[in-house]
């Protein structure tokens, strides 16, 4: 039998050199890595489901207050409340507004929607607004992620079942898992010839379902906006398109894609008079309907029930949430104007104004009662937008959410 050979001095002092590198590489990557610079804390127990309120309250009382700057609309998540401030996205509880979970990251937040039952909460990196987290809204815990070149600034959007991020240059629509479905403008370096890196026009407004993406886009050689109709095909980056030229519809008009219903658009023009046009996905316009004053730049949809609401800056326009159908608007009245998109409570249609809510009849658009709030002024000219939290009755005011029952 061959003898073993024995370790020398200088075999152990090269295992330990080995090992000391070893272990000095692993803590330098743990150092940079962004699992260091993560904050999770996941609830202690699985967030309760929400019960839908069974009636409309007569009186409104604010209940708590949370910041939520990096939110466009309350977020109501899997029976969580959804904020974000900061580097922060937190779930809170309903009634009290107190933190059940917590996902935060060493960077500023570009903004917080929803898909399912996760919050989406989108970071910044040097590729721009496309470090993309999910935190599963009723336990806390950490869902998909995903990363991609993004401008610096986004605007997110959802439809419940994909999300959107879309910038003055491109436009990215993700699936649940945060798989890319569909991406449409510029590249921070050329993957295939016929793509190109540069786009050839800006993004000015998008909306989107789960089957189609429409944005306005503003091309250097062109004097009218084009709404361009984008529909995912068998590669997320080659999109099937389609362009509708929008004739004496100028960049800086305020035009607007209001919203997306199946392959079928409903935008906003205000040239020669402010008006909706519905456009089908062969970019035939097959309906319009006369907007009473120009949109403000605040103007804001909302999709509550199966109805979708337009607030203008002065008032809400109701559409059917399948065909984007115009069914009657909302105007001010006895003193109350509308000041933000609707939502739905309790079967009734709950329209925020100037004085508290006015109720309504869905379906018919037939005023029922009002109920009076007294609201602080707000220091910003957007809109009161509400949402429903199972007897809560919930508003973005700004960068402030605010609770009331």
Request: aromatic share 6%; glycine share 8%; net charge negative.
């Amino acid at each position: 039998m061959v003898r073993p050979k024995r370790r020398t001095r200088a075999d152990l002092v090269a295992a330990a050199a080995i090992a000391a590198v070893v272990a000095l590489v692993a803590v330098a990557v743990w150092w940079n890595s962004d699992a260091r610079a993560t904050v999770s804390r996941p609830a202690v127990a699985p967030v309760p489901s929400l019960e839908p309120a069974e009636t409309v309250p007569d009186t409104l009382t604010q209940r708590w207050s949370a910041p939520s700057p990096t939110t466009t609309r309350p977020l109501v998540v899997a029976g969580a409340v959804v904020t974000g401030d900061g580097q922060t996205v937190q779930g809170r509880d309903p009634a009290t507004g107190d933190t059940v979970w917590t996902y935060a990251r060493d960077r500023q937040l570009c903004g917080v929607t929803w898909v399912y039952d996760y919050a989406v909460a989108v970071y910044p990196d040097s590729r721009g607004c496309g470090q993309v987290s999910t935190v599963d809204a009723e336990t806390g815990t950490r869902g998909p992620a995903r990363s991609s070149y993004a401008d610096d600034q986004v605007e997110l959007s959802t439809d419940g079942t994909t999300v959107l991020s879309a910038g003055p240059t491109r436009l990215e629509m993700w699936r649940s898992d945060m798989v890319r479905m569909l991406s449409y403008g510029a590249l921070d370096a050329p993957i295939k010839p016929d793509v190109p890196a540069t786009p050839l026009c800006r993004l000015v407004s998008a909306a989107a379902s789960s089957s189609a993406v429409s944005v306005l886009e503003a091309c250097g050689n062109q004097a009218d906006l084009r709404l361009t109709l984008l529909r995912p095909s068998d590669e997320e980056d080659v999109p099937e398109v389609q362009y509708v030229q929008q004739n004496g519809v100028p960049e800086g008009s305020g035009a607007r894609v209001v919203a997306v219903a199946g392959t079928t658009t409903a935008v906003y023009v205000s040239t020669p008079a402010p008006r909706v046009d519905i456009i089908d996905d062969t970019g035939t316009t097959i309906a319009s309907t006369v907007v009473p004053s120009p949109a403000t730049p605040e103007a804001t949809a909302s999709r509550v029930g199966d109805l979708i609401t337009w607030w203008t800056g002065d008032t809400l326009m109701v559409f059917s949430g399948d065909d984007l159908q115009y069914k009657y608007s909302v105007a001010a009245a006895d003193g109350n104007a509308p000041i933000g998109p609707a939502t739905i409570m309790a079967g009734r249609l709950l329209v925020p104004v100037t004085g508290g809510y006015d109720v309504f009849d869905p379906q018919t658009g037939a005023g029922e009662r009002h109920i009076p709030l007294q609201r602080p002024a707000m220091d910003v000219a957007g809109p009161v937008v509400p949402a429903v939290a199972g007897s809560m009755l919930l508003e973005q005011r700004g960068g402030e959410l605010v609770a009331l029952s």
